[in-house]
């Protein structure tokens, strides 16, 4: 069964630091998503991305974040100059199309220092 | 934007007992409200799903209502199992290319043998 794979499973950095998530979404799925769920809380969206441009992003989505798809089968999101309030789960989803059901990954655990 | 609240926090049940949670949603322009059971450590997965043109749906031993004049859905889990136990989620989605899916907070349901 074709899933959303994300590397790595768990990421320590200092604060300050840049980090880079990455996820290969299911290769025919054409909307793809980042969330994040900071421990105990809900699943807060991020941002996301469609025909190589964002289609939409929460208010959480500032400018120490970006995202990009650098080739055909990767998704990055970037963090910049990471804070410890950005220590979280961060989940990648993606969908065949608008209004149908997203299919996360596993996430990455991220941990600021 | 849309806001989806999530009742009740914890459940606990005897095995063989159904489980019922409830969500309301405050934006009347979602149509999409999809179910996700998230177990320790993974990300969420996708269980149900139900879209405005219905009332119920219904796979094996879930269903999922929406009652679109009150703008509220629940998740009807019958003859519990240990294995249901987890933390399910509600979320809504409108019809637009690339939204967000938003979340409730999320019940952890516990189902005791």
């Known amino acids: 069964e074709p899933e959303v794979t994300q590397t790595p499973s768990h990421q320590v950095t200092q604060m300050g630091q840049e980090v880079i998530l990455r996820c290969v979404p299911i290769s025919n799925h054409l909307y793809f998503y980042w969330y994040r769920q900071i421990l105990g809380q809900k699943v807060e969206f991020l941002v996301s991305f469609y025909n190589n441009e964002i289609s939409e992003k929460s208010e959480i989505f500032d400018d120490q974040f970006s995202v990009e798809r650098p080739d055909g089968s990767n998704f990055t999101l970037k963090i910049r100059s990471t804070k410890l309030e950005d220590s979280a789960m961060y989940f990648c989803?993606?969908?065949?199309?608008?209004?149908?059901?997203?299919?996360f990954g596993q996430g990455t655990r991220l941990t600021v220092v | 934007g849309e806001n989806v609240e999530q009742h009740p926090s914890t459940l606990s049940v005897q095995e063989g007992d159904s489980a019922v949670i409830k969500c309301t949603y405050s934006?009347?322009?979602?149509?999409?409200f999809p179910w996700y059971k998230q177990e320790l450590g993974k990300g969420p997965q996708l269980i149900i799903d139900i879209r405005s043109n219905v009332g119920e749906k219904k796979d094996q031993r879930i269903a999922v209502t929406l009652n679109k004049t009150a703008k509220h859905f629940s998740l009807h889990i019958t003859e519990t199992q240990p294995e249901d136990s987890a933390v399910y989620f509600c979320a809504a989605s409108s019809n637009q290319a690339g939204t967000a899916l938003i979340f409730g907070k999320g019940t952890t349901l516990s189902v005791s043998s």
């Open positions: 934006d009347s322009a979602s149509n999409y």
């Open positions: 989803a993606s969908s065949s199309t608008t209004n149908t059901e997203a299919f």
